[in-house]
């Protein structure tokens, strides 16, 4: 009973939210690691394979270290009828890796994912949280290399 | 059939920017109106209005509200539920970015109505690029003091197709795995942190200020006898002109697919995405609405040279993906016919694989905890009994010589 009344009066509190701080520290620290989950868990005064198991059942949340930026390529229906098989191998033909897989310099993560919505140009990705749409290879090498370019320049200036 | 523009009526006209041009069309006009009616009379112009839920259920949305409105509890929620992953369906993210404001005033007016001082939009994680807007027009709404003993807040999603069950989604908010809730008891007695909760369909609550504004009889002079008002459409696949189209009730497909889309050569059309029904060419001339074909709203059009095959199994993989695990019809029903239908996809389904679909989706529609697992057989069943030709010429035993 006791332990009902605290999770209770924390409810209405963000600070008591595991969504949000795990959103929150995926934000902060690029993804959550072992040790961010067992702290959460010791602050939020729960165990840690509950940690866990919200930390994996969300696509958006990534227990393993991702790239600057992470490439979303949609898979859905509507985007395949649309040739997103093209634009899963023209991203891997310029980066070099493959689904699932992070660049060795830390700069590009691909995914693949269900329908973004944006069906009614497809083919469509997200970059972060950019969308990108009606894509074609030239689009895309030129998207890429605005990454890159920014990217670049992030860490001349330091 | 034209379009008639009732939830996308400031879509291109307002800025979404700015509130003062909202202002200027009428916006906000209705909560007034409703201020000056007490709750209970604002749940009845719903209810004669006859609006159903637009998410793809259909639920009577007064009737949903009075229940929460009469469910003790001194704390109310209103949830609006813009976590679009249907596949196939974007016409949430069309009213979001061109029409805040409205959604806005229909979150302000469930609130009034069931006496809830908060709201929240839970706005799925792949539409993130709209937080900004939708904080800004919220935050134009508070300053001009239209949000009066009620706040809004924006709740984002983290990547998951079942946080569009409501159940599901009111865990995400509360902060857990989004898995689907055993009902009843049901939201609108016993829903976000186990109290009174309204959750509504981005759509559903655009249709609000319009109702309001200008009468339920208005309103319910549109569509069939049970399905009133209009409907938005997202149509994508094979069509010249993809996109967001709204429509009376009852308006056939084809006044859709061929005339407003421009679609040519077709072979068959997903109604309602994923879960949704596929239908034939020849039923072309189906009506969309609640008693014929609906769910919420997407179409997705094949044209001749698609392989249905192909297209039912891409789309069991999906569900098997996006099933959250709970119950067993569905976890385990899912990866089975996926598996098979990798198979047909092959060249090496037989008879019996038929059968044991034809089973499995019994045993699935019978007891699964929630739409996802129930509906999941839908696509199959449906090829089986437009485009059985397409499973029989998979089957090993028919391929002959070339298999080998």
Known sequence: MN???????????????????????????????????????????????????VATFYSFLSTRPQGKYVIRVCKGLPCCLKDSHMVISAIEAAIGIRP??????????????NCIGACDSAPAMLVNSEL?????????????????????SDRRGG | ???????????????????????????????????????????????????????????????????????????????????????????DRYILANDPFMLIEGVTLAGYAIGAD???????AEYQYLNDSLVKAIGQAREQGLLVDFDITIRQGAGAYVCGEESALMDSI???????????PFPPTKGLWDQPTVINNVETLMNIPQIMLNGAG??????????????????SGDVSKPGVYEMVLGSPLRELVEGLAGAERVKAIQIGGATGRIVPYDMMDTPLSFE????????????????????VHKTLQFLAEESCGKCTPCREGTEVMAGILERFARGEGNERDIKDMERLSQAMMLSALCGLGQAAPNPVLDSLQYFRGEYESRMQEKRGSVAR
């Open chain 2, 174 to 184: 509360e902060g857990k795995r989004g898995e689907v809730r055993y009902r009843p």
């Open chain 1, 132 to 152: 990108h749409v009606g894509l074609t290879s030239r689009r895309i090498s030129r998207i890429l290399k605005t990454y890159e370019q920014a990217s670049a």
């Open chain 2, 218 to 235: 208005w309103y319910n002079d549109m569509g069939t006898e049970r399905s009133k008002g209009t409907k938005v459409f997202s149509v």
């Open chain 1, 3 to 53: 332990d009902h009344l605290q999770v209770s009066s924390s409810q209405y509190n963000d600070k008591g939210n595991l969504l949000l701080r795990l959103e929150e520290a995926q934000h902060r620290l690029g993804y959550l690691s072992e040790q961010t989950m067992g702290e959460l868990a010791e602050s939020l005064g729960i165990s840690v394979s509950e940690v866990y198991g």
């Open chain 2, 1 to 91: 059939m034209p379009e008639q523009r009732v939830v996308l009526r400031n879509c291109g006209v307002i800025n979404p920017g700015r509130i003062a041009t909202y202002l200027a069309v009428d916006g906000f006009k209705a909560l007034n109106k409703a201020r000056g009616m007490t709750p209970e009379q604002v749940i009845q112009e719903v209810k004669d209005s006859g609006l159903r839920g637009r998410g793809g259920a259909g639920f009577p949305c007064g009737l949903k509200w009075e229940l929460a409105r009469n469910a003790p509890g001194d704390t109310k929620y209103v949830i609006c539920n813009a976590d679009e992953g249907e596949v196939g369906t974007f016409k």
């Open chain 2, 118 to 124: 908060m709201g929240y939009i839970y706005l799925r």
């Open chain 2, 292 to 311: 014929d074909i609906l769910g919420a709203g997407a179409i997705t059009v094949f044209d001749e040279s698609r392989d249905m095959v192909d297209i």
């Open chain 1, 100 to 113: 699932g897989d992070t660049t060795p310099d830390g700069k590009f993560s691909l995914e693949l994912t």
